[in-house]
Structures are given as structure tokens and as C-alpha cells.
């Protein structure tokens, strides 16, 4: 990709040395697509755009986050380079994360240009809804397929306890305005926590089902040196347990290109999903990778191994070959998978959600 598409106050600076995380003796690759060393093919990137947020949900950042100084982030114009790469390298879905991607200044001039990618099949996104009701219709313009909307709780209070400061009206604004832009299957994501939001998964359940959303429940994952973790993991069964109390639930085989496991209501068109890291791994099928804020290539979710493409960036901001060679590389590390446990208090991967991406 050339400058043309450089933002007038763009500043591409030179960086350290290109330094990657990677053993040469393991890299593996076909050439033009990206296939690790277990024969898994990577279709599928989820790039963080911004390590910061406008919440501060307590199972993803602590109470004082220090962010990202701002050369240490990946400018608007190198997460285009870095996606371009990737969808010529044969990936055809991306998700746009954070962070709060929607708090990234001008983060529509990217999704316009990603929107507009050849063979990117599938621009998803997700957001804490916080900023949809202005965003949800540019969005829908610029191409983006489908909006994941966290919503951990439907009652005020504790939603402001969840995230220490978000506002739950304005996500449940978020929510209506990416339906009414026209959004198709927006599914609510909601992390599974006792003693804080199981008394609800009924109610968050019947609200999708009442407003035509899907819902995905997540097993809280131990990212990031967070506490007070212990003792909050449910699993995927357990509320599946509680949830048959009231629902009757159809195990389906649909698959949505990503890690849940859904289950269908008879009468509804919601799908239920459960997204079990701990209880139902799903590591044999994994199709894709994780880049960072900071350029980061995170090959394995649970893994603390990265390759580090900022320097390559910038280092080449006018020659993609060495940055498409990094990312080839990059599958002699991609590992077998992860190995969470639930023992929750003490992080076996010391970057918090927020950097990731989830
Ligand atoms: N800010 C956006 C949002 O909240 O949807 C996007 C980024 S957020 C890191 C992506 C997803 O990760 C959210 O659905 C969030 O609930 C989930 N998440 C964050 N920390 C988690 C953790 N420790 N365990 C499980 N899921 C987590
Ligand atoms: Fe922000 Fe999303 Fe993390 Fe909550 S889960 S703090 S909304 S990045």
C-alpha cells in the first residue's frame, strides 16, 4: 500500500530495529496463505485499534489503566497497511476491537477504507455500544457486516458497578441505533461472573429473544493482573443448567466462524451461544490471529508469545514485502493452543483484555 492514503497529519516515524519473537527454525508457511505448522488456515484477524476505552469493566482493566503513549500505537494508516497485508494473504473476515474501538479518533476514516477492501469479505466489529447511537449508521455505510454489543448486566446500577463508569442507557440507545441502521444478527456478549451478573442470565437471554438479537455468554478468561477474580468463573454448563429452568434449549450445529457453540429457543430466531475457554476448548479449530494497538501479533490468545510488526512498519513505510514476510513467519509460533485454568486471580497472560482485543 502507498502513501496516497496517508491522513494529512499522518507522521510515519522510523522505529527500533525489526526484532521478532520467532525461532526461524519453526516457521512454516504456504506461500500466499497463511497456514500454521498444525495445518490450521488463518481466514480470520481481530485488530485492536485503540488499547484505551471509555469504560473501565473490572474483569478487563484495573482500576488505573495506564494507556499507550501515542507513537507506541499503530497509526490509522498502518492498521490499513497491516489488514491489507493480511487480506492478501488470504483472510476475508476482520474484526475491529479495542479497547473501545468507537473512542479511536477518526477510526471511521479506517473502517471507510477496510469497508472498501477487496476480498474482505466479513468487517465485523465489537463495541461496548457506548458510541453507536452516532456511529451505527456511518458503520453500516462503510460495509461493516455485523456489530457484537457487550452487555454484561440490564439493570443501571450494577452496570455502573461492571464497568465504574458506563452509562447502560446509552448502550441500550447503542443497541437500537444498530438496528434501526439496518444491522442484521447484533449479538449481545456477556461475561459469565458469580455472584454478579448470574442472577440474570434468564433476563439477558429473554431480552434478546424479545428484541431479535443473538447472545453469546463468555467464561471469564484470567487476562491481565486483576483481583478479586477468584471464585466469580462459571462455566458454559452451569448456566446452561440454569437457563434450561426456563428455556428449552436445541443444540445447534451452526457456526458462526468463530469459537461459540449455539443453541436455539423453538419460536425464536435468537441463537445462544456459549463461548467456553476453559470448560470446551476450542484451540483445533482456531483460525486467526490478534494484532494489537501497538502492532503486536498475538498468534494465540492464551499465550504471552508476540511478533513485534511496528518497527518492520515503519521501518518499510513504503514496501509491504518485509511486513507480508513477518506475517508468514509469524506461523512457526502460532502454538497448539492455550491453557487456561480456574485459578482466576493469578493472570497466566499478563496483557489485559483491552490490549488484546477480545
Ligand atoms: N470494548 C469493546 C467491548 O467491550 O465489546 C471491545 C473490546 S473488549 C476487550 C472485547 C470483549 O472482551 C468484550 O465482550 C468483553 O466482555 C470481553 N472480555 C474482556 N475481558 C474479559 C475477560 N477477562 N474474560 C472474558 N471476556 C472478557
Ligand atoms: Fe472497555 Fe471493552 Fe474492556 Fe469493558 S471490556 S473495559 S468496554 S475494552
Keep these: 500500500m502507498q502513501n496516497e492514503t496517508l491522513r494529512p497529519e499522518a507522521t510515519p516515524s522510523a522505529l527500533s530495529n525489526f526484532s521478532p519473537v520467532v525461532d526461524p527454525g519453526k516457521m512454516h508457511h504456504a506461500p500466499g496463505t497463511l497456514v500454521d505448522k498444525y495445518g490450521r488456515r488463518i481466514t480470520y484477524v481481530r485488530l485492536s485499534i485503540t488499547d484505551r476505552c471509555d469504560f473501565r469493566c473490572t474483569y478487563c482493566m484495573s482500576e488505573e489503566m495506564t494507556f499507550l503513549p501515542r507513537h507506541e500505537v499503530m497509526s490509522l494508516e498502518e492498521c490499513l497497511r497491516v489488514a491489507s497485508v493480511f487480506v492478501g494473504l488470504g483472510v476475508s473476515k476482520l474484526r475491529i476491537t479495542g479497547g473501545e474501538p ?3 479518533k477518526e477510526a471511521m476514516w479506517l473502517i471507510e477504507r477496510l469497508g472498501a477492501l477487496p476480498g474482505l469479505d466479513n468487517l465485523v ?21 455485523r456489530i457484537n454489543i457487550s452487555l454484561d448486566t440490564l439493570k443501571a446500577d450494577r452496570f455502573k458497578s461492571i464497568t465504574r463508569i458506563g452509562d447502560l442507557s446509552k448502550v441500550i440507545k447503542g ?12 449479538k449481545l456478549n456477556a461475561v459469565m461472573m458469580r455472584g454478579i451478573n448470574d442472577d440474570e442470565f434468564v433476563d439477558l437471554v429473554q431480552f434478546a429473544v424479545d428484541r431479535e438479537l443473538d447472545i453469546s455468554f463468555i467464561e471469564e478468561m484470567p487476562l491481565g493482573d486483576i483481583h478479586g477474580r ?62 494489537t494497538a501497538k502492532g503486536e501479533l498475538y498468534p494465540c490468545l492464551g499465550q504471552n508469545d508476540a511478533l513485534h510488526l511496528l518497527p518492520t512498519l515503519r521501518e518499510f513505510p513504503d514496501d509491504d514485502a518485509p511486513l507480508r514476510q513477518a506475517i508468514m513467519d509469524s506461523m512457526g509460533i502460532k ?10 486471580d493469578a493472570p497466566q497472560v499478563v496483557r489485559f483484555m483491552s490490549m488484546t482485543g477480545g
Excluded at 126 to 142: C, D, E, H, I, V
Excluded at 338 to 344: E, G, L, R, W, Y
Design 102 to 104: 468507537l473512542v479511536r
Design 125 to 145: 466489529m465489537t463495541t461496548n455500544g457506548s458510541q453507536l447511537t452516532r456511529y451505527a449508521a456511518p458503520l453500516k455505510a462503510a460495509g461493516v457486516k
Design 175 to 186: 443497541i437500537e441505533a444498530a438496528q434501526a441502521a439496518g444491522f442484521k444478527r447484533t
Design 230 to 291: 477468584n471464585g466469580t468463573y462459571i462455566s458454559s454448563e452451569e448456566n446452561r443448567e440454569l437457563l434450561a429452568h426456563r428455556f428449552e434449549l436445541i443444540p445447534s450445529s451452526e457456526d458462526s466462524g468463530g469459537p461459540a457453540r449455539y443453541w436455539r429457543i423453538p419460536g425464536s430466531e435468537s441463537r445462544i451461544g456459549f463461548i467456553s475457554p476453559h470448560s470446551h476448548n476450542f484451540c483445533d479449530t482456531c483460525n486467526r490471529v490478534r494484532i
Design 335 to 344: 502454538p497448539f493452543g492455550h491453557d487456561f485454568t480456574q485459578q482466576m
